[in-house]
């Protein structure tokens, strides 16, 4: 008659081997998935936001053209009051007084 003798392999302590494989399994399932789900999340962002670093610093940025316009205001001092007033108007808005 032949005894048969289980070993418990190089596992952990107590547990059969079978339990270590399929712990390793569940372990790089796991981690599989986790890199996979990392990995979309990610492009998924780079896509929301519309641009990739490498193709905007290539990309021509948009030439805005602005024109600066300088206008003198000539303002004149009123004879009778002493107020400032636009060149334009023909007489004072404060006394009322006439353009000399």
């Known amino acids: 008659m032949t ?5 418990m392999g190089i596992g952990f302590d107590g547990f059969p081997p079978t339990f270590e494989i ?3 399994a569940v372990f790089v399932i796991t981690l599989l998935f ?3 789900w990392f990995v979309v999340f990610v492009f998924k962002i780079i896509k929301t936001r519309g641009e990739i670093g490498w193709q905007t610093a290539s990309a ?3 030439v805005v053209k602005e024109k600066e316009i300088i206008r003198e205001i000539v303002k004149i001092r009123c004879p009778y009051c002493g107020n400032l007033y636009d060149e334009k ?3 004072c808005p404060h006394c009322g007084g006439k353009k000399p």
């Open 3 to 7: 005894q048969v003798v289980y070993h």
């Open 22 to 24: 399929m712990f390793w």
């Open 34 to 36: 986790f890199i996979i």
């Open 60 to 62: 021509n940025p948009p």
């Open 89 to 91: 108007l023909d007489k």
